[in-house]
C-alpha cells in the first residue's frame, strides 16, 4: 500500500505535538531536514515550522515543557484529544473512540500506545500509513477542530500555532479564523460539520484497502511509540 506523499512530515508533526523531552528536543534538526526533503509543506510553513523549532531547541527545559502544558492541557479550547472538542465528557466519547481504533484496526494500525486514539499525534501516525487520497480526506474532516485549536493558539501568541497550521496545510485546508472563548462548551459549536460523523466504522474496506474514513460529532500526554521519520 503506498502510502501519502506527505508520510514523513504527519510523522514529524506528531512528535513536534507530542510532549517535548529531551530526546525529542535533541532529534529537532534531523527533524526539520525531513520536512525539507519532503517538501510537503509551503515555504511560509516551513519558515514557521523552523521558527517553532528553534524554540524547542533554544529554550529553557523547564520552561519548554510548562509552556507545552499550559498550550495543550489548560482547558478543552486547544486540546490535543480531537474527540474532546464534540463529545466533551459525554457518554458518545466511548463508542467514538472505540469506533475510531477499530478504524485504525481496518487500516492496518494496531493500537497499542498509552494514549487515548483520538489523540492528535496517533491521529496523525495512522494518516502517515494510509494512501495519499485517504490520509488527506482523513485530516480534512477534522479541518473545523484543528482551524478552532489553531485560532485559539494564535489568540494566546502561542508558537504551537505554526504545528497546527501545517497540519491543515497537509489536510490541503487554509487555517480559518474561529471566534472562540477559552473554554468555550464546543459541543454546539460544531453540529456542523459533524466531527468524524461519529467515528464510524461503517462502510470500511478489508485492510490493505483504501479505507473511507466516517468520523462523526455528536489526558497528560506522552506516547509510548517515538515516531521515526
Known sequence: MKT?????????????????HAEMRAALPELFAV??????????????????MATLQQGDAYEVEARYVESFDRGRATSLH?????????????????????????????????????YLPVV????????????????????????????GLIKRDNPYAA????????????PQAVQITVDEA?????????????CSSKGQSKPGAPQPIHIVRKTHHHQQEGVRP
Open 82 to 118: 480531537m474527540f474532546e472538542h464534540v463529545h466533551g465528557d459525554s457518554r458518545d466519547r466511548g463508542p467514538a473512540l472505540v469506533d475510531l481504533q477499530q478504524t485504525y484496526a481496518a487500516g492496518g494500525m494496531f493500537f497499542e500506545a498509552s494514549e487515548l486514539p483520538d
Open 4 to 20: 501519502a506523499i506527505f508520510s514523513k512530515s504527519c510523522r514529524v508533526l506528531a512528535r513536534l505535538l507530542d510532549y517535548p
Open 163 to 174: 504545528a497546527i497550521g501545517a497540519v491543515l496545510e497537509l489536510a490541503g485546508e487554509t
Open 35 to 52: 520536512l525539507t526533503e519532503e517538501g510537503a509543506l509551503s515555504p511560509v510553513r516551513l519558515a514557521e515550522m523552523k521558527a517553532l
Open 124 to 151: 496523525l501516525e495512522f494518516a502517515s500509513t494510509q494512501p495519499a487520497e485517504t490520509a488527506k480526506a482523513f485530516l480534512a474532516e477534522m479541518a473545523h477542530i484543528l482551524n478552532a485549536i489553531h485560532s
Open 186 to 198: 464546543l459541543d454546539e459549536a460544531w453540529q456542523e460539520p459533524a466531527a468524524f460523523d461519529g
